[in-house]
């Protein structure tokens, strides 16, 4: 068995600055990194001071990939594809950064591909493994809430002009507006926990951001279990982020999880429960967390470097789930851009997202 697995990293820009961190901490264990990689090299010389190994500036120089055993994909969301076909294409494990692709069709690509060339290809969706929302999915497959009645989510954020005036925010080519950037988390985990999910009937704006997408959205949302959600999602609250949460109503309770990274349970109410519960369900399930990635890269990364140290393939979250998700905010989409309801299973994508320059 080999000791830690060799990682190549692309893309250095403001979630690579967490990786780091995380990395720092001391809490991943099992790798080493072995090549670092950024189209803009002021990007490397920053890092070189912290990481002391090699840096390209193309991924594609055999140099960067020759020894490792994974490469870690942290670059602008509309190059995610290509990246990662290359490394998939060459038997390297691949780990990416949601969204995995800007259109359904092509995470279903590379989860064929990966599974042809028997390597992992697994996307970063690490608010799966918060404690709160363990809890919640948890809960649900054992029916702690009865018949589920609403399923809600709101992301009310604060995202200025300049967040968008870089060469890829907001455009439709390389990232999409609110629900593909920050509330595609939101949308994995209310289809993965509470889904199938029947239809979706959504309408964007932009409100306070210049953008080609939409910085505001609001939907309806039908489960295949009769039940129905809403969203609410926004970068243009101000001056500060003021909420992301996730709440359930049910027959028999209620649960509210919030805080910027779905991080803490804030409401916990079951019919006949104990009189302390719902104090001790919180401080059980709750984190405190630094910023919106949360604490649960941490959990993810040690999770997959442990996989592929026993040739496990199976990554936590593979990019058939990526798949499901992309449906669920191309149908999103789609209805915002007809202005009809449209259903999940109906193969309709949207004509923007991915496609429009
Ligand atoms: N999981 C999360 O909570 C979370 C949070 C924020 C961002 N993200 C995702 O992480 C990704 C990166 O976001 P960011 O905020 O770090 O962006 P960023 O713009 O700060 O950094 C992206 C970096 O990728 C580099 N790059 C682009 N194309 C490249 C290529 N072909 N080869 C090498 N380098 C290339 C750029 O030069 C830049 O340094 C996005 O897909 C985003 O959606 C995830």
């Not at 969204?99 to 359904?104: D, N, R």
């Not at 949302?221 to 926004?234: D, K, R, Y």
């Not at 910027?260 to 916990?268: D, R, S």
Request: proline share 2%; with cysteine.
């Amino acid at each position: 068995m080999k000791k830690k697995v060799r990682v190549g990293i692309v893309g250095l820009g403001r979630v690579f600055e967490h990786y780091l961190k995380l990395f720092k901490s001391k809490k991943i264990k099992n790798y080493q990194i072995v090549s670092l990689c950024d189209l803009d090299y002021k990007r490397s010389n920053n890092t070189k001071k912290i990481i002391n190994t090699k840096f390209y500036k193309n991924y594609k120089d055999s140099n960067f990939y020759k020894e490792i055993d994974l490469a870690i994909i942290l670059t602008v969301s509309g190059t995610h594809y290509e990246i990662c076909k290359f490394f998939l294409n060459k038997k390297i494990n691949v780990l990416c950064e949601k969204p995995l692709t800007m259109t359904p069709e092509k995470s279903l690509e590379l989860y064929k591909l990966a599974k042809k060339k028997q390597v992992m290809c697994g996307v970063v969706f690490q608010n799966r493994f918060n404690p709160s929302i363990e809890l919640i999915r948890k809960s649900i497959d054992k029916g702690i809430f009865g018949k589920i009645v609403n399923v809600s989510v709101s992301l009310l954020w604060c995202r200025y002009q300049e967040y968008y005036n870089d060469n890829w925010h907001g455009r439709w080519k390389t990232d999409g507006g609110v629900l593909n950037q920050q509330l595609i988390h939101h949308l994995d985990i209310m289809r993965w926990i509470f889904g199938p999910i029947v239809r979706v009937s959504c309408t964007t704006t932009k409100r306070l951001n210049k953008l080609e997408a939409e910085d505001t959205a609001s939907a309806i949302v039908e489960f295949s279990n009769g039940s129905l959600g809403n969203i609410v999602a926004t970068t243009a609250a101000r001056p500060v982020d003021l909420q992301a949460s996730l709440s359930i109503i049910g027959e028999k309770g209620i649960a509210i999880v919030g805080g910027i990274a779905m991080n803490q349970i804030k409401v916990w109410k079951l019919i006949n429960q104990k009189k302390n519960e719902e104090a001790k369900v919180k401080r059980q399930n709750s984190q405190k967390v630094l910023n919106g990635y949360g604490l649960s890269h941490i959990t993810y990364l040690n999770k997959v470097f442990k996989l592929i140290l026993k040739n496990k393939t199976k990554p936590p979250v593979d990019a058939f789930e990526a798949y499901l998700t992309s449906i669920f905010v191309h149908s999103l989409y789609k209805s915002s851009e007809t202005s009809k309801w449209v259903k999940l299973n109906s193969g309709l994508r949207s004509k923007k997202l991915g496609f429009k320059n």
